[in-house]
């Protein structure tokens, strides 16, 4: 894991420090949604031809709003071959029906990209969860050949199916880690967000991601929140889901409020974060739009010096896994790393290791 | 068994539990059943598993508004297809009961005559099988807690798990595993408001029963109707029990 605090000071720990890095008082928001398995095999009926079908977006996150998908198109083959090597879907139409195993969907609308379609599946609601749940397969890409089963992509806390792909900062979290919160004095909140797909396989439609996410906002996270803010302690996102909901939610005029919400807008450079101090997140290409998360928080200045620590190859990197920690910056970043100061982030960190 | 009664919804009862999450296994039988119907009738908004997927039609059918859900809790692969149903179906969830259980070898055997592979599948069904499934809808379940309200999972035991029933070995055995394993899961949850309970219903007049001890006098065993009751009023007494303090 690598720390980013407020003033730029870079950090290598053990994943396993997490817990030293957040204050008594602070809170930890992550998100909840359990991932659907979004990746459906079966053919276009009117050609016969195969094709794979993901699911990538809805409007809401009601359990009953299952009847309508954006979804991106691929040929034949399956997550072995990589996306941009993937045949091209058979050319559909409006109107044309997609059989995918039990389930039939018709195509409703073409969105501006031969590969990107709104499906309507035509079945009761409970069918098409148990057809999701049954036929589906997890979302999955070349890199991992064995075949990813949905407990794998569920986090410890997944609850409500939501996500098209697994919202992945929140495998950091485990039974133990929530306990070690509580005995340490860190509230835990969650909310839940339709974690998206991360690539089209076709440039062009990549440059649309993320699309248009539902998330909701219980209640008690909006409080905790409150209550955090109250006493200064520090809002810690895990995950840029997490950041995309709660910035959303808090750009709304009356501000942050619960409740169901479609998180429509790109968080980059220019965001003015409301809600989060921090992000907890995976380490990501620049270029790719949870990347462009991280811009909110520091200058590209900074997260260039942060993306060279990543690349050293350092000794420690492989036992400090891919997770950054990365605070709001308050003052102008500090190029490259500390050595040797002594100084400690806010929120008191014993024994951390200044890199050299 | 329970006469040919349509079902109906009593003029007073103990207690409402109007939409509240509740997810119940071997949902189609004995104890599942008459659970499934006496919170469906309280107002409850009930899911249920079992194997047969005509028996779970046919009880979805009865008990208009429940989902019926086909699938084997015994089967390490199905879990989290059926907890992805259980929270597809119900949008969250509130109490969990793993009911469905397996009897052991039939008829009963003393455990120098039990095949390994009936141990086996006593223990994928009465403790794997509670285990994995709980495990997946932990998420579920917490974000209930953490929203304030009670979180609850039931699993159905036995005193077979407490004393030394000749002929019981195989269920007594993964009865007494799955009775301490809520027993030490409730010990390392509480603090977040999730609580796991382990109930013993006492012997009752069900198929299973039937099938053990074929030649038991009906009139002795509790009907699963009264047990039912006895498992709501777990389910009341969580929700009224107030929170402990931050």
Do not use: C
């Not at chain 1, 950091?172 to 004095?185: E, F, H, I, M, S």
């Amino acid at each position: 894991m690598l720390v980013v605090d407020p003033r730029g000071h870079l950090y290598h720990a053990s994943r396993r420090r997490l817990i030293e890095y957040l204050a008594p008082g602070d809170l930890l928001v992550a998100n909840d949604a359990a991932t659907i398995p979004a990746s459906l095999s079966g053919y276009h009926e009117p050609t016969g031809d195969p094709l794979e079908v993901r699911l990538a977006g809805r409007t809401t996150l009601d359990t009953d709003d299952v009847r309508q998908f954006v979804a991106v198109l691929f040929g034949a083959g399956d997550h072995r071959m990589r996306t941009e090597d993937r045949p091209a879907p058979p050319h559909v139409g409006i109107g044309d029906v997609l059989r995918l195993g039990p389930l039939r969907a018709t195509v409703l609308r073409l969105l501006g990209h031969s590969r990107f379609v709104a499906l309507a599946f035509e079945a009761p609601v409970d069918r098409i969860w148990d057809a999701l749940a049954t036929h589906g397969k997890p979302i999955q890409y070349a890199h991992l050949v064995q075949p990813l089963r949905l407990q794998d992509v569920w986090t410890r806390i997944a609850a409500r199916p939501a996500a098209f792909e697994a919202p992945s900062a929140g495998f950091v979290l485990d039974w133990t880690l929530l306990r070690a919160l509580k005995n340490r004095g860190v509230l835990f909140a969650t909310l839940t967000h339709a974690a998206g797909i991360s690539s089209t396989g076709d440039h062009e439609l990549d440059q649309r991601l993320p699309f248009d996410e539902p998330y909701s906002i219980p209640e008690h996270a909006v409080q905790a929140i409150e209550e955090t803010q109250r006493r200064h302690g520090r809002i810690v996102a895990l995950g840029t889901t997490v950041i995309r909901a709660l910035e959303h939610s808090a750009s709304q005029p009356g501000g942050l409020s619960p409740g169901p919400g479609l998180a429509n807008q790109r968080i980059g450079p220019y965001t003015d974060l409301r809600v989060a101090d921090a992000i907890i997140t995976g380490t990501h290409e620049p270029g790719d739009s949870h990347y462009d998360v991280l811009r909110a928080f520091a200058d590209d200045h900074l997260l260039g010096g942060v993306s060279s620590a990543l690349e050293r190859g350092d000794y420690r990197s492989h036992e400090f896994g891919d997770t950054m920690f990365v605070f709001k910056q308050v003052a102008h970043s500090v190029v490259g790393v500390r050595q040797g100061e002594g100084h400690l982030p806010e929120g008191g960190i014993a024994g951390a290791e200044s890199t050299t | 068994m329970t006469p040919d009664i349509p079902p109906h919804r009593p003029f007073d009862s103990p207690t409402r539990l109007d939409g509240l999450r509740v997810a119940v296994t071997g949902g189609t039988s004995g104890l599942g059943r008459a659970l499934v119907e006496n919170l469906w009738q309280l107002g409850a908004r009930v899911a249920f598993v079992a194997r047969n997927a005509e028996r779970v039609n046919e009880v979805a059918g009865q008990f208009s508004g429940t989902h019926g859900i086909a699938g084997d809790v015994s089967r390490r692969e199905q879990t989290h297809a059926i907890a992805l149903r259980i929270t597809a179906a119900l949008g969250g969830l509130d109490v969990l009961i793993n009911n469905a259980s397996s009897v052991g070898p039939l008829p009963l055997a003393p455990l120098a005559d039990t095949a390994t592979e009936d141990l086996q599948t006593a223990f994928d069904t009465n403790v794997i099988g509670p285990f994995r499934l709980t495990q997946a809808l932990m998420g579920a379940l917490g974000a209930t807690a953490w929203q304030g309200r009670p979180a609850l999972v039931i699993n159905v035991s036995s005193d077979a798990g407490v004393e030394a029933y000749a002929g019981w070995g195989a269920y007594g055995a993964s009865k007494a595993a799955l009775s301490h394993m809520s027993r030490i899961w409730d010990e390392e949850v509480r603090a977040h408001r999730l609580r796991i309970h382990a109930f013993d219903p006492g012997d009752m007049n069900t198929p299973m029963h039937a099938a053990a001890v074929p030649d038991a006098d009906p009139s002795t065993l509790k009907s699963p109707a009264d047990a039912a009751r006895e498992v709501v009023a777990i389910i009341d007494n969580a929700r009224k029990t107030p929170a402990p303090v931050a």
